[in-house]
């Protein structure tokens, strides 16, 4: 699988504890593509070609483990895809690579998958729908809802 070109994140940089660990889910299973490698002390993927959307690195976490639940930090990383295709392929390939998924949801706004790397980090990949169907209230505020996604209808979408 390749990752949608359209797809972006400003860019977020990661330390982990093994970088070919990292390295074969955000390229094997998610399908980012490696723009400069570092040995075993970072590296740096694209969607696209862009320079870089997601740094990995070891610098001071080799070997080293996940914070512990209750400690501040990195609540997830957010992967907006820009089709709602590209995500029901997204959720193909976990689902071909044996990711367990934390959960999915459709917000209204947008369907989300909610996962974790190799190194415990919290990961969503989501679609988001056009704006013009987001939920609104009455005085026109966003109302997003948290509600059950249908992870066959997603799967069908591809």
């Given amino acids: 699988m390749t990752i949608a ?4 994140i400003g860019h977020v940089h990661l330390k982990v504890a093994d970088l070919n660990r990292a390295l074969d889910f955000y390229c094997g299973v998610l399908g980012f593509e ?3 490698r570092l040995g075993n002390s970072a590296a740096f993927l694209s969607a696209g070609g862009y320079h870089h959307h997601i740094g990995l690195n070891t ?3 080799a070997g080293g483990s996940p914070p512990p639940m209750g400690s501040t930090g ?10 709602r295709a590209d995500l029901g392929a997204a959720l193909k390939s976990l689902n071909e690579h044996g990711v367990r998924l934390d959960g999915a949801a459709d917000h209204g706004v947008s369907q989300a998958l909610y996962l974790r790397d ?3 980090n919290g990961v969503e990949l989501y679609w988001d729908r056009p704006s013009e169907e987001w939920p609104r209230t009455e005085t ?3 109302a997003m809802v ?3 996604l249908n992870l066959g209808a997603l799967l069908e979408a591809t």
Avoid: F, K, V
């Fill in 5 to 8: 070109a359209g797809t972006r």
């Fill in 34 to 36: 490696l723009t400069q």
């Fill in 59 to 61: 610098w001071e976490s």
């Fill in 74 to 83: 990195l609540y997830h990383l957010a992967i907006l895809y820009p089709t």
């Fill in 118 to 120: 190799p190194d415990g």
């Fill in 140 to 142: 026109g505020e966003i």
């Fill in 146 to 148: 948290t509600r059950p």
